[in-house]
């Protein structure tokens, strides 16, 4: 005699051994669709709201140089930070200060001149301390953006030669070429041709430290697809491979380098 009422019992008590595998390997197979997926939405996501912050902050550039009869900022005092000499022009939103890829503040690569002065990374924010003379407040040592030091009025440092300098946005060549502010590791530098071509590094604190933050590896990395973003003087942002920065316009002189291979980047 067969008993339809036990097996029907049995059946209302739970899922059976394979029911339950099949179930997860379900779950897992949409999980491996869908994360993947998500993560493209993010990082997307990130991109455009780094353009966007790029875009803002070339209108204060515009606002500026129209205030100013052409000129960009001088050298000294508080306006060696971008963010300080534009303040007026972009509100002193905090956010336009940080890519959204690059929010957070290691403590892996000191600069070694103030306690709290910290390079950033491919994915992180650089950060001055608050005790350092040139800043007016703690804000404006915090960012994920680096100026085109060859844009600024004035006598620049030991890293540039006046002649190179811009100076005035009415005088820059090729300005769909030339960058005026990009992703980057701290908060400027001065590119240029006679720097040395990077050599490979396993970690970006071995790539990019004090004995060479002045120079184009402030730019170098793939923070936004293979490359990062730039605003140019004329006001466009473009997401360029970290490659074409040795191709780009930064000073009156710059020579262009041709071919650079940093595929041993990849993995940072």
């Known amino acids: 005699m067969i008993h339809f009422g036990?097996?029907?019992?049995?059946?209302?008590?739970?899922f059976t051994l394979i029911?339950?595998?099949?179930?997860i390997a379900i779950i897992a197979l949409l999980l491996s669709i869908v994360v993947p997926?998500?993560?493209a939405a993010k990082k997307h996501a990130q991109n455009v709201v780094c353009q966007s912050n790029l875009r803002q902050w070339g209108l204060s550039y515009m606002l500026y140089t129209e205030e100013w009869n052409g000129y960009f900022a001088p050298w000294g005092g508080y306006q060696v930070s971008f963010m300080e000499t534009l303040?007026?022009?972009?509100?002193d939103i905090d956010e336009m200060r940080l890519c959204p890829s690059a929010k957070e503040v290691s403590t892996a690569?000191?600069?070694?001149?103030q306690?709290?002065?910290?390079?950033?990374?491919?994915?992180?924010?650089?950060?001055?301390?608050p005790s350092a003379d040139w800043l007016p407040d703690d804000d404006s040592g915090l960012g994920s953006y680096g100026e085109n030091s060859w844009i600024r009025s004035g006598q620049p440092p030991a890293y540039g030669n006046i002649n190179?300098?811009?100076?005035?946005?009415?005088s820059i060549q090729s300005r769909s070429q030339t960058p005026l502010l990009a992703d980057a590791r701290w908060n400027n530098a001065w590119p240029n041709h006679t720097h040395p071509l990077p050599s490979p590094a396993a970690r970006e604190e071995d790539f990019y430290n004090l004995s060479n933050w002045h120079q184009i590896e402030c730019f170098v990395m793939r923070r936004h697809k293979k490359g990062l973003n730039v605003l140019v003087a004329d006001g466009s942002v473009n997401n360029w491979e970290a490659e074409m920065l040795w191709n780009l316009n930064w000073h009156r002189s710059y020579q262009k380098r041709g071919d650079v291979n940093l595929d041993w980047m990849n993995s940072w």
């Open 37 to 39: 997926s998500l993560r």
């Open 164 to 170: 190179d300098t811009w100076k005035k946005m009415t």
């Open 87 to 91: 303040r007026p022009y972009y509100n």
């Open 115 to 129: 306690p709290n002065s910290f390079f950033g990374y491919t994915f992180n924010a650089w950060q001055v301390d």
């Open 109 to 113: 690569n000191p600069t070694s001149l």
């Open 19 to 23: 029911e339950l595998l099949v179930v």
């Open 6 to 14: 036990k097996q029907q019992k049995r059946r209302e008590q739970g």
